[in-house]
């Protein structure tokens, strides 16, 4: 058995990271046009507005906005079959909380999404990946507020109305479990509009948070079915396993739990119900969250049609290790730990391809052969242009290659209902935990580096025709 003739093989980008043109054609400001550039182990701040003389790159993204047709061209020559990035919210509703949308940034996403599909291209869209408008944090207090239930489905009814014959595949919230990190305020930032930490019950509120993005994004799928019944309304969670440092038996029980971070999303999105032992920490804790019975109606009518996840590491526990994750991006857990049999990134991100088949299997059990779509997988790497104007990026080939193989085993050998496989960055873009132009993941090189300077030309990488090779076999050359 071969991977299936119409596999949807494609690449990933989110809005806030390439589409720069933050002030043009109406569009209000996101959550993303806030933060600083950061660097490696250097948070980005979050700004209260846009202040003068502050260095904010999302501004400038790779500036697709005016040289999206050129990129999907480059995109098209590879053989993308799908591309997958997402509406940026405050270029539909400005402030949040309009009546009426913006005609100017809806008629921008009807040309973007026309050159796609004249390429052969069919667009996978995210309609909230950490852009959501800034106006929304500000006057509303984000995700804290049950009232942006109904702003969300109203945009998110204007996006399908729209755009239901050009895009069937839809993702609601990116990446919704991962804001559940205390140690940096931009996790719940981009995903909430809310700065966990300056609550003083913060895992609380983000329980909170995450119930009401379940609730609109259950309503979203009920009004996307309605519109049309072709649509096809994922979730989208940051999938990391979790394995136990020992077989010391606290380490398997720390382990599950810990794996709670991913399966928690999925199993709320995917089955509809909480799982029960949420609703037992939830009592245990003594939250009095608002979750109402009708809430819970909902969720059961509007569970997802796909399990869309990224997958970029596993991670490790040991329930004798104290590490200071003060300020960390990587992890809130004092207890996880490196992996010893495997490699990590020049970020610190472990590889691990194993760990992707590993996850595909939990879901598929775990969701009764529900569908599944990789809509994020890479690596980040410093890269330099050489004497020939490329980059010879072994490392990314072998990465990629590396989880291709695995995801192909997870179909043909374990039979897992996978749709697709879009790689994350497929051209170089802003970073999103560090704000960097340097973490550089694509097939394309983009000749901006960090500070913003550069010519913005475009370059196609080794990895370029290798990827164009894996597409033309269906994945057979990998
Ligand atoms: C995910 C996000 C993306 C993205 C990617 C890589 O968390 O969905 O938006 O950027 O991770 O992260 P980074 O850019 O920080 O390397």
Redesign the pocket.
């Known amino acids: 058995m071969a991977l299936p003739k119409d596999f949807l093989w494609g690449g990933a980008v989110?809005a806030h990271?390439l589409e720069g043109g933050y002030a043009e054609d109406g569009r209000g400001l996101s959550v993303s046009d806030v933060m600083t550039g950061g660097a490696h182990g250097v948070a980005r701040e979050i700004t209260d507005g846009v202040i003068e003389g502050k260095y904010y790159p999302n501004h400038k993204g790779i500036d697709f906005y005016h040289t999206y047709r050129d990129d999907i061209a480059l995109f098209a020559e590879m053989g993308f079959r799908c591309f997958r990035t997402s509406i940026s919210w405050s270029r539909i509703f400005p402030e949040g909380d309009e009546e009426r949308p913006n005609e100017a940034g809806l008629r921008f996403y009807d040309d973007m999404f026309d050159c796609m599909l004249e390429n052969g291209i069919q667009p996978v869209i995210t309609l909230s990946?950490?852009e959501m408008p800034y106006g929304l944090a500000k006057k509303y207090g984000g995700w804290a507020n049950r009232e942006l239930i109904d702003l969300f489905v109203r945009y998110a009814r204007v996006c399908f109305e729209r755009y239901h014959e050009k895009v069937r595949y839809w993702m609601t919230f990116?990446?919704i479990g991962?804001q559940f990190n205390t140690a940096n305020d931009i996790f719940g930032w981009t995903n909430s509009g809310v700065r966990f930490s300056q609550y003083d019950d913060p895992e609380r509120m983000m329980y909170q948070c995450a119930h009401y993005e379940f609730v609109a994004s259950a309503l979203a799928v009920i009004e996307a079915h309605k519109i049309d019944p072709d649509l096809m309304i994922g979730c989208m969670v940051?999938a990391g396993p979790v394995y136990p440092r020992e077989c010391r038996p606290a380490d398997v029980l720390m382990a599950n739990d810990a794996f709670h971070g991913t399966l928690f999303f999925s199993d709320v999105q995917a089955r509809g119900t909480y799982p029960n032992w949420a609703k037992r920490m939830f009592d245990r804790n003594g939250w009095d969250l608002d979750i109402t019975d009708e809430d819970l109606a909902l969720l059961k009518q509007g569970a997802v049609d796909y399990i869309g996840f990224?997958y970029?590491m596993s991670h490790v526990v040991d329930s004798e290790a104290h590490a200071d994750v003060s300020g960390s991006v990587e992890s809130a857990d004092e207890h996880m730990v490196p992996n010893p049999y495997l490699d990590a990134t020049d970020?610190g991100w472990t590889i691990d391809p194993v760990g992707l088949r590993y996850m595909l299997k939990v879901f598929d059990e775990r969701y009764d052969g529900m569908p599944q779509f990789i809509v994020?997988n890479g690596i980040?790497m410093y890269e330099d242009l050489d004497e020939n104007d490329t980059v010879e990026d072994d490392a990314r080939i072998s990465y990629l290659g590396g989880h291709i193989r695995e995801l192909k085993r997870a179909v043909e050998e374990d039979g897992v209902n996978l749709i697709g496989y879009t790689p994350?960055?497929c051209i170089d873009v802003v970073?999103?935990?560090?704000g960097e132009y340097r973490?550089r993941y694509g097939f394309i090189y983009v000749d901006i580096q960090d500070g913003g300077e550069g010519t913005g030309r475009r370059l196609k990488k080794k990895s370029f025709e290798w990827y164009r090779r894996v597409i033309a076999t269906n994945g057979e050359e990998v």
């Open positions: 989110a990271q990946h950490f990116n990446e991962n940051a990224s970029y970020w994020e980040g994350w960055g970073s999103f935990t560090t973490k």
